[in-house]
């Protein structure tokens, strides 16, 4: 084999590593600035919560507030809600392959992560009705006001795919417990578009102080602020 061919066999298997570093610096640099920096806390407002288990993240809301019910938007019998324990639902956007496929790591396959990663599936909301998140790491309260918390119930509600008459998209017989649902929603994930950033796209939308680019969730959590 030539030299010409071992330096470019040498730059094609390095190329990758390089792309690869390139992203996480994005993502490190994207992570430390701010976006929203002069948000005021607010004394009292709507309580909404930031879930996150490491990889993903989801935003939890109630199920009824004076700003909105969304017993009137989504087929909650399908959540099979119990009165005075479930009291707010949990907002979760992903690959719909990935979300559908994979319920634990040991299902996840290369192709599934690798076709999300580059935007080739559609993409899923999933809600589940939970109870009120308890302090955790894991976990950020978030006061709104109500004019915050309207305009991030609109990007969660333009997330759906609707029917011809408006309803959200329901995806039959799919689930990962007694209290969730799967719908159709807007968008491709990719690697630029991930779960976290979609999370904080809504945040940024209603006012709260974020990173200017969250692909991961380490980086959104580090940015926002309990409240």
Known sequence: MSKRWIRVGSSVAVAPLIL???????AVVGGLVEVN????PV?????VYLSGNGVHTDLVVPIVTPE?????????RELKII???HDYLAFGWGDREFYLTTRTWADLRLTTALKALLGLDGSVMHVEAVARPLPEANIRRLLLSAEAYRRLVGYLEAGFLRSDQGVPRLIPDAHYSLHDAFFEAQGRY???LTC??????ALA?????VPLWAPFSQTLFYQIRGG
Do not use: T
Not at 68 to 76: A, M, T
Not at 196 to 201: A, G, K, L, S, T
């Open 43 to 47: 004394p009292s407002g709507v309580e």
């Open 68 to 76: 909105k019910d969304w017993r009137g938007v989504l087929p909650i």
């Open 83 to 85: 009165p005075g324990f």
């Open 190 to 192: 990719s690697m630029f």
């Open 205 to 209: 939308e209603a006012g709260v102080r």
């Open 196 to 201: 976290n950033e979609w999370v904080r796209r």
């Open 20 to 26: 690869c570093g390139l992203y996480l610096l994005a």
């Open 37 to 40: 920096r002069d948000r005021e």
